[in-house]
């Protein structure tokens, strides 16, 4: 691997890792929303969090290629 595919995949996995803390602070939120009683918001959040799983699992994939 050269140094711009490792500098690449550094990067990438820095953001991936913020995506998932991101993710977690948003599923914390929307379960305390949930038990006060607004059911909608945390079922429209877990579908963007779905979405972000997805996504994050596209960006292991990069990762992974660049760094073989």
């Known amino acids: ?4 595919n490792s500098t690449t995949a ?9 995506q998932v803390a ?6 914390e939120l929307s379960l305390w929303v949930s038990r006060r ?4 918001v945390h079922e429209n959040v877990t579908i963007a969090l ?3 799983d997805i996504h994050a ?3 292991l994939a990069g990762i992974s290629q660049l760094r073989s």
């Not at 691997?1 to 711009?4: K, L």
């Open 10 to 18: 550094d990067t990438l996995e820095l953001l991936l890792l913020n």
């Open 50 to 52: 779905a979405t972000l």
């Open 57 to 59: 699992e596209a960006i």
């Open 22 to 27: 991101i993710r977690a602070a948003l599923e």
């Open 37 to 40: 009683g607004s059911v909608n």
């Open 1 to 4: 691997m050269d140094d711009q």
